[in-house]
């Protein structure tokens, strides 16, 4: 098992800057892919942005405000996200696998998730 930990949401004005962390524990593994996913209100959980050992995947709306990286050392996931706009509001989550993936169902564990409000 794995469990993940998010943290570092909070309300931001449009233009601005939070990054995500994601601490994970349990029986973790380098090798996993880790991803984020958002969840706006009343809609579904979408893909952000994945990790694996060799390359990185972007949600075409991210790409280029967005950062994923991970520190192996410290079991922890990060999401750094610039140029913040208000449809970035939404709970983000942090999931983990053996096989990389874009669709929530690929990733066998969660976290609880964390908010980010963008204010207009």
């Known amino acids: 098992q794995v469990q993940l930990e998010e943290s570092g949401g909070g309300l931001v004005q449009a233009g601005g800057s939070l990054r995500l962390s994601c601490a994970a524990s349990?029986?973790?593994?380098?090798?996993?892919?880790m991803g984020w996913f958002r969840q706006a209100p009343g809609k579904e959980r979408d893909f952000v942005a994945a990790?694996?050992?060799?390359?990185?995947y972007y949600q075409h709306s991210v790409k280029g405000r967005f950062t994923i990286s991970r520190d192996n050392a410290k079991n922890t996931l990060y999401l750094q996200m610039n140029s913040l706009k208000p449809e970035d509001t939404a709970v983000y989550y942090c999931?983990?696998?053996?096989?990389?993936?874009?669709?929530?169902?690929?990733?066998?564990?969660w976290g609880q998730g964390t908010q980010v409000t963008v204010s207009s």
């Open positions: 999931a983990a696998d053996q096989r990389f993936g874009t669709f929530v169902t690929g990733y066998a564990y």
């Open positions: 349990g029986h973790t593994d380098s090798t996993y892919a």
């Open positions: 990790i694996t050992t060799t390359n990185t």
